[in-house]
């Protein structure tokens, strides 16, 4: 059972571009976090945000998490090459334990 | 290097022999998570353990996968009487005591042939 949903699957833009992936549950989790994975690697780290409508700015991403705590979305502006990767967001806490629900993930494709 | 460090980074085995993925965790994390990727699927939990217990093992296959993490040296997953659905990527992750933000490992891919 896919606890998280992840939109869209795939994008692709050109270089200059803004996007928004978002990502949605029913479930409530007490923090979420969001990776971005390159082929052949482990999932990174870039934020995690646990506050109700906390709103988190890392450069050009732009992290927020909805006032329920049951969904978040990652806006980029002006996209890059360098931009391109998996995006998955991760659920944690609120009946979970210390584990991580995944997203299935945004598979994002910036062409210069 | 302070990172999750998993090896090895790909591990070929024909169908019924043993395969055994470590991972050692970052400098003072003692929470380990065992994660499989699947092609075009996202990470889905295995494991979770902490030295020399298992916490919760709900995503764990009941029969021929087991982990551990001893007291010294790196947690162990071990697939045993491989088949060729057990390909994947499987990724380790650690934590601080009380933290569930996890910082993972660079994979270990599994081809079994």
């Known amino acids: 059972t896919q606890l998280l949903e992840q939109s869209p699957q795939f994008l692709s833009i050109q270089e200059g571009e803004n996007l928004t992936v978002y990502c949605n549950s029913s479930?409530?989790?007490?923090?979420l976090q969001w990776y971005r994975q390159e082929p052949g690697e482990g999932p990174v780290l870039l934020v995690t945000?646990?506050?109700?409508?906390e709103v988190k700015k890392l450069k050009r991403l732009t992290f927020q998490f909805g006032d329920a705590r049951k969904d978040s979305s990652l806006h980029i502006t002006a996209a890059q090459p360098g931009d391109t990767g998996l995006y998955l967001c991760?659920?944690?806490?609120?009946?979970?334990?210390?584990?991580?629900?995944f997203g299935a993930g945004t598979i994002l494709r910036v062409k210069s | 290097n302070a990172g999750v460090m998993q090896n090895p980074r790909h591990l070929v085995r024909r169908r019924g022999q043993e395969a055994r993925l470590r991972c050692s965790p970052m400098?003072?994390?003692?929470?380990v998570y065992w994660y499989r990727q699947l092609p075009e699927e996202g990470l889905k939990f295995m494991v979770y353990?902490?030295?020399?217990?298992?916490?919760?093992e709900s995503g764990m296959p009941k029969e021929r996968f087991s982990a551990e993490f001893p007291k010294e040296g790196p947690s162990i997953l071990r697939i045993q009487q491989v088949v060729r659905g057990d390909s994947a990527a499987y990724f380790c992750?650690?934590?601080?005591?009380?933290?569930?933000?996890?910082?993972f490992g660079q994979g270990t891919r599994l081809t079994v042939v």
């Open positions: 945000v646990v506050t109700g409508g």
């Open positions: 992750a650690s934590s601080s005591a009380g933290n569930t933000e996890a910082f």
């Open positions: 353990l902490q030295k020399e217990n298992i916490i919760d």
């Open positions: 479930s409530v989790f007490s923090s």
């Open positions: 400098k003072g994390h003692s929470h």
């Open positions: 991760a659920g944690a806490g609120r009946g979970y334990g210390n584990k991580l629900v």
